[in-house]
């Protein structure tokens, strides 16, 4: 137990210092002596006899202590007939009694300053925890977290938030022994909403006594109730609650300076919460522009429609897995951002294809269809004037145009058209020298310069977002996105990078990016299934030019990754349909 | 044998709070508790009581803080005293400087009372009521 009255306020230490000064103005063989109320010695000086209390008066002289008017002990001084003890004594009684009315006073305001100082660090403290969470779940918690830690004699505690689109309150958190669904019925109670609408929190001891209250929750005996508000509007509410009963002493589970912290703390909160709505917000809208600017990119092309949709889901996937991984990347880690990045990267790696020419992005045919509509007018008049079968060779042509891979023979054929006069005599070939070489190309459709231009793509992107101030929340996603169709043997553009040189998050997403172009249908191909797709992941691995070991792991779990892939997406679709 | 605090602060209302801070050390603890106002007198009553704790302000006259601080780790026989630093709110970058002098703790004013009472209770390996904080 601690020190009470007399002995907290006039100090042992003190009083030996005071007696042996005091005792100078006393002849020799006097002795001073304070006593507690019970008469016991706290300190005495001189020769003061054992049990100073049981002096009669004429040989003790004995002086009460007193503040406001309460006896807290006594002053003895003697022997009494000694000349000056009555008068000394009666003036170090005084001095005394000022020195212990001016101890406790200095005493009350040091626990005030003190009780500031305790409120200030509170703020401090609290403000710190709180506006460290940019997320509104984090603050919640945050908030709920100072309330434990400030060790209130609450049961349990709970916070509800007004449902942004009506007026309705939901839990977000709870802790104590009271299920959520018991403690919903406090937010229909007309003490709940007087006190959020006029108040700026109340405590309310006991429950049942009050007219507000019709028991909407049973068993709750006390409860603290604290508004969380940001400028006129009224957010929630933190609510601590004491049981019926739990408090045996019969004491008042909740005081005023529990309020007052709980105040200090809701109006933290409450900007933490304003704060994180917005960001909330802001980090909505900006990552729904991404998305829609992956989406126009996708739609300039019916091939690749979520595309990047896909590919941002497999890096953020693949990047998990290798968070994941011991084996081939144990050292590696990364962070929700980074993951984020990762996967807004998949995003945005094609932007740059909005600066590709559409007739070459949505290119389906060596020839457009135009070109061999005149071909064929070429062809048919040969044919006419020569007498000659022609409807077969045009059938052959436009299975050339098609095709994803030139046959050998079909070289010659090409070669015979271009030495075809139209006419005898005409300066005039079926075909031309320009579209032998554009029927040439020997895989896919693209011609080297159409190719060229493609290859300009990743360049692109990173021109069009450099502007995009990223570089607090993601560092790395121009480079991702740049080095997205780099290749480990150095055979990659825009920078013919090898190796290490290439980020492990452009690795993740070259790989990505692959998987689902061979997942689909292209102009000059049909959709591989997922074997086969595997299968020339890996031979891009042997070949030396997409990393081994994401490659392996992206295989070893391709059927969950896919399908919740596929899963997400249709959500997506569904989502997208309903709104 | 009961332990001591020295309470060494130039600004004697801080000092008077500090102490009122660690009264119940003094109470339930029998912990005495020493005043210096500033650095010299702070050393000085070092070397002829040993307290266990010392409470140091940073900016005293005569001696900052921190090199009564050196002074105390230059002595091998005040290697047991714990030292915690006290400064004003604003001049966290004095953290490192403090701690490398050779203080354990560090602390801000307006300081948290009961945060001191129990850095100071930690340190002297001494109790609180229900283990608090």
Redesign the interface.
Known sequence: M??KGLE?YLRQAFLADFFSHALETLPAGCFLAVLDEQGAILSSGGPCPDDPNSLPAEHALRFPLSLHNEVLGYVVCGPANKPLASVSGRFIAFSLKEILQRETL??KL??E??N???D???IR?AIENLNHSMRLGDVISALLGECRRLRFSADGGLVFLKDPKGSEYDINVAFGPLSPKDLMPISQSRLFEEILHNSDGEIVNDLDRDSRWRNETLLLGAMLLSPLRSSSNIMGALVLYGLKNSNQEERDTFSSADLKKCTTLTSAASTAMSNAAHFEQIHHILSALMESMATAIDARDRCTAGHSQRVALYALRLAELVNADEEFFKDVVFSNQALDEIYYAGLLHDVGKIGVREDVLAKSTRLPRLHMEIIGLRLSLWGQISGKPWQEMLARLEKINKAYELQPEDENFIKNLCQLQVAPGMDLTVLSLDERRQLFTPRGNLTAAEWREIRRHPTESYRILRNIPFNYYFPNILQIILEHHERLDGSGYPLGLSGKEILLQSRILAVVDVYDSLRRDRHYKKAKPQGEALLVLHEEMEMGRLDGCLVELLSRHIASVEHSILSDMDLLVSVDHLQ | MPHKVLIAEDEI?IR??LE??L??LE??HSVTILTAANGLEALEIIQQEHPRLVILDIMMPQMNGYEVCRRIREQKAFDDTRIILLTAKGQEADRKKGLCAGAQEYITK??????VLALAARLMDLPLPGGAL
């Open positions: 601690s020190v907290k200095r005493h040091g626990e300053t003190l500031q100082f305790r200030q660090a509170l403290k | 209302h008077s709070l009122q801070t009264e119940y109470d339930v307006p300081f948290d009372p009961d945060e």
